[in-house]
């Protein structure tokens, strides 16, 4: 191993070194740094653009335009009644003899063209790999006649760390809003029987399924959302319209015409249970309780009971009614 930034005694660092760590940090590709006034470019007349101060980065080899100055490039006329696109490049090259790389902005003149000119080819290179000659497209100039009438961008600028760590927090907190209380997805396939020809649904997918995909245990209507889709068309040409549940387990709707035999099912479960969100943003643990109540004459307000965040169900029982003939010929109705 050798290192690269610390002193040796001798010169030690070579491009190549430079360019490879230029690499790893940013990127194999070419991209215009976010420093200066980013190598923008300005029509001072149909024969000349300055480009503005500015670094760059072509496969790992930085070159800059010194801040508050500009490199100035000359744009061959343009005919009467012709078009024509020209290509501004940063130009990587290595002399053959002596190894010396240089980087430079260059024109490529392109083909005038009454109606559809074409962009000029330009050589793409690999400056790790060896090659003398290595272009960076940076702008396309658009010539119609005598006249520049547009000079078109065509190189990626690089965000800095600042600005991707900004990115980032925004892409989670995006995520985290989008995302709100569920915990889980899981996707997979069933093959499933329709018994009856015509049949309006299928049974895919139990609570106790549920349970042991998710690792969990409470899996119920309450915190459980399933999407349905046939998986297989060519097989059984049903639509599979939605999903429906019914005493813990979950069916496919299917329009018209199903045929009797298997179905794959492809389905999705997106659980939403056990998680309250808490005042620091996160999330904790809830606990879920179902209660059976007995009705009163009085109005009755149902709660969770201390210890429990929300309620899954709450079943209520039915009012004790009977009947008895009584000895004046009438019916005595006993209620609670």
């Not at 690499?23 to 503005?52: C, D, F, H, P």
């Not at 101060?53 to 010194?66: E, R, Y």
């Not at 808490?278 to 879920?288: C, E, I, P």
């Amino acid at each position: 191993m050798e290192i690269i930034t610390g002193y040796t005694g001798k010169p030690h660092v070579t491009s190549e070194q430079d360019r490879d760590v230029n690499i790893g940090v940013v990127g194999e590709g070419s991209y215009v740094l976010q420093t200066g006034m980013q190598l923008a470019a300005e029509v001072s007349s149909n024969n000349e653009i300055k480009i503005r101060d500015g670094v760059l980065m072509h496969q790992g080899c930085t070159a800059s335009i010194k801040k508050n100055t500009y490199d100035s490039l000359i744009i061959i006329n343009g005919s009467q009644g012709m078009k024509r696109i020209d290509l501004i490049v940063a130009r990587y090259e290595k002399n053959q003899d002596n190894g010396i790389e240089s980087l430079n902005l260059k024109v490529i003149q392109g083909t005038p063209a009454e109606s559809t000119p074409t962009v000029p080819e330009y050589t793409e290179g690999d400056i790790q790999a060896g090659d003398y000659v290595a272009d960076m497209p940076m702008y396309q100039v658009i010539i119609d006649g005598l006249n520049i009438t547009e000079v078109k961008k065509v190189f990626e600028v690089a965000q800095g760390i600042d600005a991707m760590k900004k990115e980032l927090a925004s892409l989670n907190n995006n995520f985290n809003s989008l995302r709100k209380n569920i915990q889980m997805f899981f996707a997979g396939s069933r093959v499933c029987n329709i018994s009856l020809k015509d049949n309006t649904s299928v049974s895919v997918i139990s609570n106790s399924d549920i349970n042991k995909v998710l690792g969990i245990s409470d899996a119920s209507n309450a915190n459980v959302a399933v999407s349905f889709s046939n998986g297989d068309g060519g097989a059984q040409k049903v639509h599979v319209q939605g999903a429906t549940y019914e005493n813990g387990t979950w069916y496919a709707t299917l329009a018209s015409g199903a045929k009797a035999g298997p179905i794959r099912i492809n389905y999705i479960i997106t659980y939403f249970g056990t998680s309250t969100s808490s005042s620091s943003g996160g999330s904790s643990s809830a606990k879920v309780q179902s209660k059976t109540i007995t009705p009163r004459t009085s109005e009755q307000v149902v709660t969770p009971d201390t210890g429990y965040d929300y309620l899954a169900e709450v079943t209520v029982q039915g009012i004790p009614y009977s009947e008895q003939d009584d000895s004046s010929g009438g019916t005595t109705v006993n209620i609670g």
